[in-house]
């Protein structure tokens, strides 16, 4: 018989635009497993939350390998788990921050995405949704970091796309503009205030503004939309 259920995974999920999708994602009657840093204290049979370090690949490696022994497939994974360094002068980023930036935005991500896609190709199915930021389109001054670790993912997310296109995996970038998060806030009001003049939509982002464009790439249908960088709020 076949499996109906949705499978979903979703990384950084215990705080912020993580912890909100998976709210919104089980009310939506997906199983969705969510990881991060901190617990998350949910009372819902459709969630399980595993404390981890993304940046560990064996804890990694075994809390989807755990997934996939259950439910034999993972059909979705919403790579959301980033680093937010404080804005700094390009010259003053020294190597320890660059490698933890990149560590966690590019290495880490890019581990998920290997290892989930490994097991979407061999059912034949999957859709992998990596979030990008406004920052990365805008080139602010001080985001010389978070900038380039995000338009890591971008190029890389592009590149997956095109050799996992036959099995009928997509992998897609998605940039919102401003979503009211701690997280966000890191940017400092300086950055945000900047970049809100160059905005095309000068608010923040509904959650549901988001989830539309997420589960738009999640259908069946939308298979043939792969590589693609989706802003929101922004033209770049």
């Not at 940046?55 to 990694?60: G, L, P």
């Not at 937010?84 to 990149?102: R, S």
Request: hydrophobic letters at 40%; a positive charge; glycine letters at 6%.
């Amino acid at each position: 018989m076949k499996n109906k259920k949705k499978i979903l995974l979703i990384s950084g999920s215990s705080k912020g635009l993580g912890k909100d999708l998976v709210k919104y994602f089980i009310k939506r009657n997906y199983i969705v497993f969510g990881c991060g840093r901190n617990k998350l204290n949910l009372n819902s049979k459709k969630y399980n939350h595993t404390v981890l370090d993304v940046n560990n690949e064996v804890e990694v490696k075994q809390w989807i390998e755990k997934v996939y022994n259950k439910y034999k497939k993972i059909d979705y994974l919403i790579n959301n788990v980033a680093m937010i360094p404080t804005p700094y002068p390009a010259i003053l980023n020294n190597k320890e921050l660059v490698l933890q930036v990149f560590k966690t935005n590019v290495v880490s991500q890019i581990n998920l995405i290997n290892e989930v896609s490994k097991k979407m190709v061999n059912k034949k199915f999957g859709r992998i949704v990596s979030f990008s930021s406004m920052a990365a389109g805008l080139l602010e001054e001080g985001t010389s970091l978070y900038s380039s670790s995000k338009n890591s993912i971008v190029t890389y997310t592009k590149i997956v796309a095109k050799e996992l296109a036959k099995a009928n995996v997509s992998c897609n970038i998605i940039a919102p503009s401003m979503y009211n998060t701690k997280s966000f806030k890191k940017l400092g009001h300086k950055v945000i205030e900047n970049s809100k003049k160059k905005l095309q939509i000068k608010r923040e982002l509904k959650l549901e503004e988001i989830t539309n464009v997420i589960e738009f790439l999640f259908k069946k249908e939308s298979g043939v939309v792969t590589g693609q960088t989706i802003y929101l709020g922004l033209t770049v």
